[in-house]
C-alpha cells in the first residue's frame, strides 16, 4: 500500500539547488505552496525511473512526483485492453537497475508489479502525489524557480508547487483519450464504437462479430486476446504493418539459469545481447532493407502457409523501421488467423452503415462491435500551459537540445524515450544526465541553466522533430508542428540512436557553450 509523506516546511535556501534539502514550504508563499528542489510530472515507467536515480546518486534531494491518475503505471495503467502486453522486451524495457527475471514480453499487469516492487523496494512512495493534475507550469527569473498549479482531482482541491527544476516525465500521448479519426456515417451505426484507450469494464464481445480498424501494436494484441471467445473478429486496415515474430523466451536467459548464473549477471549479459542485436538490425534495415523485408515476411509466410495472400495484407510499402515493428510472441495473432477465428482485410473506410462498414471497394464488413485501434493524440509536455516570465511558450518555437532540453527554457529536461529500442533505455541515460548537471550546477553555485544555440550554430539549419524519411508514425505526422524544431547537429537533435547515445551523453561537456548558467 502506498503512503504518502507530508513535506517538512521551514524557508528556502538561496543557493541554487540543496541537493541535501528536503521537501519545503516557502516562507512568502501562501499557506498551500510546497517547495522541492526538483517536481518529476509522471509516475509512469519514465518517472519512477528519475526518481530512483535521483535517490541513488544524489541522495537527500528534495523531490515530488506528481501523477495525475490513481497510481503508478502511466501507459500501463491508461491501457487495460484485452491482452495488454508490453511490444519491447523487458530485459531492456525494464531498468538497467533491477533484473527482469519473467519471459520477455509482459502483461501490463506483470509490468505495473515490477514497477510497484521498484518504489517499494526503495522507498519512492512517500514522495508521489497521486491525482495531482497539472493545469500550469510557470517560470520566474526573479526567483528562478518554477511555480507548478494543479488540482487535486479526487477533491477539486487547487494546489501550489514551486521548484529549482522540473523533469518532465509524463510521455507524449493524451492519456484522456485516443485517437479516432471521423469516419462519414459513424452515428448511423447500431453497435458499440470503442477506442482501446478507454475500454469500458462491461464491454461484452461472446460471440460477436468485431471490426478492429488499425494494425499497428495495439490490434496485434487486441486480437489473439479475443478471437477465441468472439463469434469472429475482423482487422481492417487501410495499408499493412511490418511485425516480428518468435518465442516469448530468451534461449540465452533459460541456458544461464540453468548454469545458476545470477539473476544480476543474467540481466546484464541478456540486455547487451539483445541491444548487440537490435543494433545489428537496424543497421541492416537501412544498409539491406530488402533482405530484412523478407526476412519479416518469411516469419509470417511460415505460419499462414505459401497460398494465405501476403502481398497484400502484411507487405508495408515503406522500408522497415520507418515505422515501430511490433513484437508478436509466438506468433499469436497470425496463429488466429490461420485457424480462421480471426481474419485481415485491406481496403478503405468508405462510410459507417447501421450494421458495419461499408469499405470502398464495395463490401461491407458486418459487425457488433467496432474496435478502433487508430493510435494517439499527440499532446506536447502533458498540455500544460507554460509561461516564461509572464509569456506563454510556445515549444513550436524552440530548437532542442538532444531531444531533452530546449533552448530558451531554463531548468527543465523532457523525457522522450526511442521508437526503435526501448523507451527506458533514454530514461536511464538522461537520469545520469539530470543528475551529472545538477551536481554540476551546484558545485558551480548556479541557480540556473538554459540550452542556447552557439554562435557557431546561428546560421543551422532547422526542421522538424524527427524526419519524416526515418520515422513517420501517424501519431508524429498529424501534430509535428506542435513539437519543437532540430537543428542538422548532433546535439540539437533527438538522434533515435541508443547505440550512438550510451557513449555520447555520459561525454556531454557541461562547460560547452549550448549551457548558459546565472
Not at 16 to 41: G, K, Q, W, Y
Not at 244 to 257: V, Y
Not at 457 to 472: A, G, H, R, T, V
Request: proline share 5%; aromatic share 12%.
Amino acid at each position: 500500500m502506498l503512503v504518502f509523506a507530508t513535506s517538512r516546511q521551514f524557508e528556502p535556501r538561496k543557493e541554487l539547488m540543496n541537493v541535501n534539502a528536503t521537501a519545503i514550504r516557502t516562507a512568502s508563499a501562501p499557506p498551500s505552496t510546497e517547495h522541492f528542489d526538483v517536481l518529476i510530472v509522471g509516475a509512469g515507467i519514465s518517472g519512477i525511473g528519475s526518481a530512483y536515480h535521483l535517490t541513488a546518486q544524489l541522495p537527500g534531494t528534495g523531490f515530488v512526483v506528481l501523477e495525475a491518475q490513481e497510481s503508478f503505471g502511466g501507459t500501463w495503467l491508461t491501457h487495460r485492453y484485452p491482452g495488454i502486453r508490453s511490444d519491447s522486451d523487458l530485459h531492456t524495457f525494464g531498468y538497467r537497475f533491477k533484473p527482469w527475471t519473467s519471459a520477455p514480453i509482459a502483461t501490463a499487469a506483470e509490468i505495473r508489479s515490477y514497477m510497484g516492487e521498484v518504489i517499494a523496494e526503495n522507498g519512492l512512495e512517500r514522495h508521489i502525489r497521486y491525482r495531482h493534475r497539472i493545469s500550469s507550469a510557470s517560470w520566474s527569473s526573479a526567483t528562478n524557480l518554477w511555480t507548478i498549479e494543479a488540482v487535486r482531482t479526487d477533491s477539486g482541491e487547487a494546489v501550489t508547487f514551486t521548484a529549482n527544476f522540473l523533469w518532465m516525465c509524463q510521455g507524449y500521448y493524451r492519456h484522456s483519450e485516443g485517437y479516432t479519426p471521423e469516419w462519414k456515417e459513424m452515428e448511423t451505426f447500431k453497435g458499440r464504437i470503442v477506442h482501446p484507450q478507454r475500454w469500458p469494464d462491461n464491454l461484452d464481445t461472446e460471440g460477436k462479430k468485431v471490426v478492429v480498424i488499425g494494425s499497428g501494436a495495439t490490434a496485434a494484441t487486441l486480437i489473439p486476446a479475443i478471437a477465441d471467445k468472439c463469434g469472429h473478429v475482423t482487422m481492417l486496415q487501410r495499408s499493412p504493418t511490418y511485425f516480428r515474430t518468435g518465442r516469448n523466451a530468451i534461449e540465452l536467459a533459460e541456458t544461464l539459469r540453468q548454469l545458476q548464473i545470477s539473476e544480476e549477471w543474467i540481466h546484464e549479459i541478456v540486455r547487451r545481447k539483445i541491444l548487440y542485436d537490435q543494433d545489428t538490425f537496424t543497421r541492416r534495415s537501412f544498409e539491406e532493407p530488402e533482405a530484412v523485408k523478407q526476412e519479416l515476411l518469411g516469419g509470417i509466410r511460415a505460419v499462414l502457409g505459401p497460398d494465405y495472400d501476403i502481398e497484400t495484407h502484411f507487405t508495408p510499402h515503406y522500408r522497415p523501421w520507418r515505422q515501430r515493428i511490433a513484437f508478436v510472441p509466438d506468433a499469436d495473432l497470425f496463429q488466429g488467423i490461420k485457424s480462421g477465428k480471426a481474419s485481415v482485410v485491406t481496403d478503405e473506410i468508405d462510410r459507417f452503415t447501421e450494421t458495419g462498414i461499408l469499405l470502398k471497394s464495395g463490401k461491407l464488413l458486418d459487425a457488433d462491435i467496432i474496435i478502433t485501434a487508430t493510435g494517439f493524440n499527440l499532446n506536447v509536455l502533458g498540455d500544460i500551459a507554460f509561461s516564461i516570465d509572464g509569456k506563454p511558450l510556445e515549444f513550436a518555437q524552440t530548437v532542442t537540445y538532444r531531444g531533452m532540453m530546449f533552448t530558451g527554457v531554463p531548468n527543465m529536461v523532457w523525457v522522450f524515450g526511442y521508437f526503435r529500442a526501448s523507451w527506458t533505455l533514454r530514461t536511464d541515460l538522461v537520469a545520469d544526465f539530470v543528475c551529472r548537471l545538477l551536481a554540476h550546477m551546484k558545485k558551480k553555485g548556479v541557480k540556473k541553466v538554459v540550452p542556447a544555440l552557439r554562435p557557431q550554430d546561428k546560421d543551422m539549419s532547422l526542421q522538424s522533430w524527427i524526419d519524416p524519411e526515418n520515422f513517420n508514425p501517424g501519431y508524429l505526422m498529424r501534430d509535428m508542428h506542435l513539437l519543437p524544431k532540430r537543428g542538422d547537429k548532433p546535439e540539437w537533435q533527438h538522434s533515435q540512436d541508443y547505440w550512438a547515445e550510451k557513449d555520447q551523453f555520459p561525454a556531454i561537456d557541461l562547460d560547452d557553450a549550448a549551457f548558459v548558467y546565472d
